[in-house]
DNA sequence: TTTGTGATGTTATACAGTAACATTTGCGAC
DNA sequence: GTCGCAAATGTTACTGTATAACATCACAAA
């Protein structure tokens, strides 16, 4: 899927969810599918600057954080880092896997896995963040 | 365990990895231990100004990295925040569940969950770090 | 038009983490 | 003991990450 055919979608994605990607959302959404990997909030807000001049710290973290909210990003605790989520249509449970080292995305199916631990973490009266489980680790690459 | 007994067996455990738990390093653990659930870096050099006077930013990381490579405290990405370890004896495979709202601590064994992730994981050329996985949400108070 | 609501702009600041270098401490070699 | 090394700690200054608070704007319902 290319940049325009996701930002149409991500568009009607959250239309559907009754709210708008308003011009900065979309922008800063389009900065991020630029990158490979994970992506810094000032990074992307050094490229917003190039582009339209202006730009503060609020503007970026607000565009961020709705972005994550529709499910269009996830964020990378381990690195203060953002990536694209390329299923935001489909409630994937999978892992996502992050390099540490060199920032590159991966995904693996985990569903029962993460059932199972939904399952086990209630039994404790807890209840996991319905958010995608982003694990941390080192690449093929990376490990050699 | 209380804390003389922990602080103990953390003293022994880092002897015999072949390294000291010294007076900084065990000054800033016992204040790790003072706290219930996740603690900030912040916090405890705060902790520490009050009890010695003087203390820097990197006296507490320091001992903080030192801790964790120990595996006597765990770091929460999510939080930016740290755990004492309670099992560093024992290699646990546990899922440690941290709330985020309360900072409260909870612990479930998921072994075999997670062999299965590191398995899914290396067949997709990726290492899982070895880390104890640390995934946050809400528990039982904070739900309600 | 008025008024309210959500989004954005703007300033300033709080919080988190590290680089670089000086100083001290403990310990084995001599 | 004292010399010399290595690890740990102290100190200063800075970079990076994130948010509070308030002003303004845009658009739509009343
Ligand atoms: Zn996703
Ligand atoms: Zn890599
Ligand atoms: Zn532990
Ligand atoms: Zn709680």
């Known amino acids: ?8 979608a991500a568009e009607q994605h959250c239309s559907q969810q009754g709210c708008k990607l308003t011009a900065v959302r ?14 810094k909030a000032y990074q992307i807000l050094a490229d917003l600057q190039k582009e339209r001049g202006l730009a503060a710290p609020p503007t970026v973290y607000r565009a961020l954080d709705f972005l994550v909210e529709q499910g269009l ?24 896997l992050v390099c540490e080292t060199c920032g590159q995305v991966g995904e693996v199916d985990a569903g029962s896995c993460l059932a199972a631990l939904r399952a086990a973490s209630a039994g404790m009266g807890f209840t996991v963040n319905p958010q995608n489980l982003v694990i941390t680790g080192q690449c093929k690459e990376c490990t050699a």
Do not use: K, P, W
């Open 26 to 39: 979309r922008q800063v959404l389009e900065l991020v599918l630029r990158h490979q990997g994970v992506v």
């Open 1 to 8: 899927m290319d940049s325009a055919t996701y930002l149409a």
């Open 73 to 96: 990003l996830h964020r990378v605790d381990a690195l203060n880092g953002f990536i694209v989520c390329r299923h935001f249509e489909c409630r994937h449970e999978g892992l996502i």
